[in-house]
């Protein structure tokens, strides 16, 4: 006993080192680096470590919740490792070292709630039915759908499987039309687990060709295992096909209609958050958006559209400003973004100012950012938010679902973190928003943040099948179109102005119809499996 207690203590560092790793891999696939194509790969080594272990021989092996849970750190916490751009929070008066506690653990929180996700998918794989292979990928896949279902619906998300392979494979990306993002994670995890199943199979294979070897008499077959391996012939079968029906998706023609073109200006006002919600800081942003605003009615411009908070005040003061002057002067519809009221609170706002200066239409971010924008458990942590808000009012979030019309129809409206929630957009979509804006800050993060903020919008644009305008404060402001091409993209930390145009579209895929069905699906399929399997049994 006390001779296997050094192998034991080895195995299981190899084991958490390898699960880590593979996890830092697939963290590796967003921005900066965006090495996408390793998603394909990056679960199937905590897939084979899973297989290994059943819950009679768990005792002898790593514990599976701690595999997952360190797999989901290495994933969340390099995909995330963004968050730490908001340090030093001098913009909010916070002081240095303050700060950096406060960065260090939302960053810590963020991964390990993305550990806690995946610690819990282990966990159920290990002991959801051991002897099926093929029923294993249908349970897993099912699971990790179902998983970031629940997790989606929290109020703290952002690292889909699926959007790892945004922007760069928006021939996958176009699946998410049939049943939104999580068609193509249930493609990325099945693909995953079915080569972890092919080399846990080829690893079983070698073993019992030494005991061939050893033993001539046993009987074995003599044909290349990897030529004939099921696992390996399914799983190059779904990359093909998945890719393919994307590809069709992909091609099919947007058919611009000269009817419905609508030319928007967008302006990146390049405000640093240290200034804007001082004197300094709303002067310059008065300049330079009604300066903007000026320049685009110039080029001809239908209406503009400005960042999050552009204008940091109160929509009852936009009476009074220069921006509201010039919109007068112009006539041209502008979608501003500031502040609304909320009884004693206030809210994150887009509001549509028309030609005559008159504000309608409202729309108020329902998803906030906890610890940035509000204080979970305030109750017992409200001590924190004077010192966390640069307001003395607290930010409230707007409802769940909003419908935002304008004088060119219902338009989808993203602002800022909601981008990473797909049903925001598609409750939208399906009660006829005709192309979306996303007005966003991004100004306290780094470029890393502002290109998977990008990446995010790309498939909200694919999936609803709408053309999508980005204005941001720094950047990356930018227009998509409903195939996911950028059509243009700022530069980073500059002030621009650009118009594109754009064609307001009433299509509904079947994801805007009738939402994520995939995932129920796979879990009934599953639970079913395992019924018929037992019954057999």
Same mark, same amino acid.
């Given at each position: 006993?006390?001779?296997l207690?050094?192998?034991?203590f080895?195995?299981?560092i190899?084991?958490?080192t390898?699960?880590?790793?593979?996890?830092?891999?697939?963290?590796?696939?967003?921005?900066?680096?965006?090495?996408?194509?390793l998603?394909w790969?990056?679960?199937a080594?905590?897939?084979?470590?899973?297989?290994?272990?059943?819950?009679?021989?768990?005792k002898?092996?790593?514990?599976p919740?701690?595999?997952?849970?360190?797999?989901?750190?290495?994933?969340?916490?390099?995909a995330?490792?963004?968050i730490?751009?908001i340090?030093?929070?001098?913009?909010?008066?916070?002081?240095?070292?303050?700060?950096l506690?406060?960065?260090?653990?939302?960053?810590?929180?963020?991964?390990?709630w993305?550990?806690?996700?995946?610690?819990i998918?282990?966990?159920?794989m290990?002991?959801l039915?051991r002897?099926?292979?093929?029923?294993?990928?249908?349970?897993?896949?099912?699971?990790?759908?179902?998983?970031?279902?629940?997790?989606?619906?929290?109020?703290l998300?952002?690292s889909?499987?699926?959007?790892?392979?945004?922007?760069?494979?928006?021939?996958? !990306?176009?699946?998410?039309? !049939?049943?939104?993002?999580n068609?193509v994670?249930?493609?990325?995890?099945?693909?995953?687990?079915l080569?972890?199943?092919?080399?846990?199979?080829?690893?079983?294979?070698?073993?019992e060709?030494?005991?061939?070897?050893?033993?001539?008499?046993?009987s074995?077959?003599?044909?290349?295992?990897?030529?004939?391996?099921?696992?390996?012939?399914?799983a190059t079968?779904?990359l093909?096909?998945?890719h393919?029906?994307g590809?069709?998706?992909?091609?099919?023609?947007?058919?611009f209609?000269?009817?419905?073109?609508?030319?928007?200006g967008?302006?990146?006002?390049?405000?640093?958050?240290?200034i804007?919600?001082?004197?300094?800081?709303?002067?310059?942003?008065?300049?330079?958006y009604?300066?903007?605003?000026?320049?685009?009615?110039?080029?001809?411009?239908?209406?503009?559209?400005?960042?999050?908070?552009s204008?940091?005040?109160?929509?009852?003061?936009l009476l009074?400003t220069?921006?509201l002057?010039a919109?007068?002067?112009q006539g041209?519809?502008?979608?501003?973004?500031?502040?609304g009221?909320?009884?004693?609170?206030?809210?994150?706002?887009?509001?549509?100012?028309?030609?005559?200066?008159?504000?309608?239409?409202?729309?108020?971010?329902s998803?906030l950012?906890?610890?940035?924008?509000?204080?979970?458990?305030?109750?017992?942590?409200?001590?924190?938010?004077?010192?966390?808000?640069?307001?003395?009012a607290?930010?409230v979030?707007?409802k769940?679902?909003?419908i935002?019309?304008?004088?060119f129809?219902?338009?989808?409206?993203g602002?800022?973190?909601?981008?990473?929630?797909?049903?925001?957009?598609?409750?939208?979509?399906?009660?006829?928003?005709?192309?979306?804006?996303?007005s966003?800050?991004?100004?306290?993060?780094?470029?890393?943040?502002?290109?998977?903020?990008h990446?995010?919008?790309?498939m909200?644009?694919?999936?609803?099948?709408?053309?999508?305008v980005?204005a941001?404060?720094?950047?990356?402001?930018?227009?998509?179109?409903?195939?996911?091409?950028?059509?243009?993209?700022?530069?980073y930390?500059?002030?621009?102005i650009h118009?594109?145009?754009?064609y307001?579209?009433?299509?509904?895929?079947?994801?805007?119809?009738?939402?994520?069905?995939?995932?129920p699906?796979l879990?009934?399929l599953?639970?079913?499996?395992r019924?018929?399997?037992?019954s057999?049994?």
């Amino acid at each position: 006993m006390i001779k296997l207690r050094p192998l034991k203590f080895t195995n299981n560092i190899t084991y958490y080192t390898l699960s880590l790793l593979s996890g830092i891999f697939m963290g590796t696939t967003v921005a900066p680096i965006g090495a996408w194509f390793l998603a394909w790969v990056s679960l199937a080594p905590l897939w084979m470590l899973l297989v290994k272990i059943t819950p009679e021989t768990e005792k002898n092996y790593s514990s599976p919740p701690v595999l997952g849970f360190i797999w989901g750190i290495g994933y969340h916490g390099v995909a995330l490792s963004w968050i730490t751009g908001i340090h030093p929070m001098d913009w909010l008066g916070v002081p240095w070292l303050p700060s950096l506690i406060i960065t260090l653990f939302c960053w810590a929180f963020i991964s390990l709630w993305g550990g806690i996700f995946v610690s819990i998918w282990a966990a159920l794989m290990v002991r959801l039915d051991r002897g099926n292979p093929w029923l294993r990928v249908l349970v897993g896949t099912a699971i990790w759908c179902g998983l970031e279902s629940l997790w989606s619906a929290s109020p703290l998300w952002w690292s889909s499987l699926a959007y790892t392979q945004s922007p760069q494979n928006l021939v996958i !990306l176009h699946l998410g039309q !049939l049943s939104g993002p999580n068609t193509v994670t249930a493609v990325i995890v099945a693909f995953n687990g079915l080569i972890a199943e092919y080399l846990t199979q080829r690893r079983k294979d070698a073993k019992e060709e030494r005991i061939r070897i050893l033993h001539p008499k046993t009987s074995v077959s003599s044909v290349p295992l990897w030529f004939v391996n099921s696992y390996l012939i399914l799983a190059t079968t779904l990359l093909i096909t998945s890719h393919f029906m994307g590809f069709i998706l992909y091609n099919n023609p947007l058919n611009f209609t000269p009817n419905t073109a609508l030319k928007i200006g967008i302006i990146q006002g390049n405000i640093p958050n240290k200034i804007k919600v001082l004197p300094q800081g709303l002067r310059q942003a008065m300049t330079a958006y009604t300066q903007g605003y000026l320049n685009l009615t110039n080029q001809g411009v239908q209406a503009v559209l400005t960042p999050e908070a552009s204008i940091p005040i109160f929509s009852r003061d936009l009476l009074q400003t220069p921006l509201l002057a010039a919109i007068r002067e112009q006539g041209v519809i502008a979608w501003v973004g500031a502040f609304g009221e909320q009884g004693n609170s206030y809210t994150n706002s887009l509001f549509t100012v028309l030609g005559n200066g008159k504000v309608t239409s409202r729309y108020d971010k329902s998803k906030l950012v906890p610890l940035g924008e509000y204080i979970p458990f305030e109750n017992i942590l409200g001590g924190l938010i004077q010192r966390l808000s640069p307001l003395e009012a607290h930010q409230v979030p707007g409802k769940a679902q909003q419908i935002f019309d304008t004088p060119f129809g219902k338009v989808i409206i993203g602002i800022c973190y909601e981008s990473a929630f797909a049903e925001n957009f598609r409750y939208q979509a399906s009660m006829g928003g005709k192309f979306i804006l996303s007005s966003s800050n991004d100004a306290h993060y780094t470029a890393a943040m502002a290109d998977q903020h990008h990446a995010q919008d790309i498939m909200r644009a694919i999936e609803t099948d709408r053309w999508a305008v980005r204005a941001t404060n720094t950047g990356y402001s930018a227009f998509v179109n409903p195939h996911g091409q950028t059509l243009w993209k700022s530069a980073y930390n500059t002030y621009q102005i650009h118009a594109e145009t754009i064609y307001p579209r009433q299509t509904r895929t079947l994801y805007v119809r009738w939402g994520d069905w995939l995932t129920p699906l796979l879990l009934v399929l599953s639970a079913l499996s395992r019924i018929f399997r037992s019954s057999v049994i």
